[in-house]
């Protein structure tokens, strides 16, 4: 069937779902000062300035609009790809070889939106987008 060979509404469904699934983690950030105090609190634990927290606004904000959109895409994409290598880094090392109590990857989600972004990074935003790439 020519509706299964519809590669840019695939871009379109694999933007989308990257863009608001991480969206939703940075409007609770928006709302819970706490989330900040504690990227900020592990980011001085590393031995980085604290301020470097907001820029989570960045990447779990601004980048999932983008995305959403289909503007700058790929750079969008790129910045997500470092906000969720700054959460493993920082938050979750202790889980990358590690499986979860029912048997899956206990990065699923985080490896996800990173490996989700890193495609849309190669891929462009496809046909349905307000500026394609």
């Known amino acids: 069937m020519d509706l299964l060979k519809n590669d840019d509404l695939g871009k379109l469904i694999l933007r989308l779902t990257v863009g608001i699934l991480i969206l939703l983690h940075g409007i609770d950030k928006i709302g819970n000062t706490g989330s900040l105090d504690f990227i900020a609190g592990q980011l001085a634990n590393s031995g980085l300035p604290g301020f470097i927290a907001y820029g989570v606004f960045v990447g779990e904000v601004a980048a999932p609009l983008l995305l959403i959109g289909g503007a700058y895409c790929r750079i969008a994409a790129l910045v997500i790809v470092g906000n969720m290598l700054f959460s493993i880094g920082l938050v979750h090392m202790g889980e990358l070889f ?23 990074a190669f891929l462009g935003s496809g046909r349905y987008a307000i500026k394609r790439d």
Request: no cysteine.
């Open 98 to 120: 590690t499986l979860s109590k029912n048997g899956g990857w206990a990065l699923e989600l985080q490896g996800f939106y990173l490996f989700g972004a890193v495609a849309i």
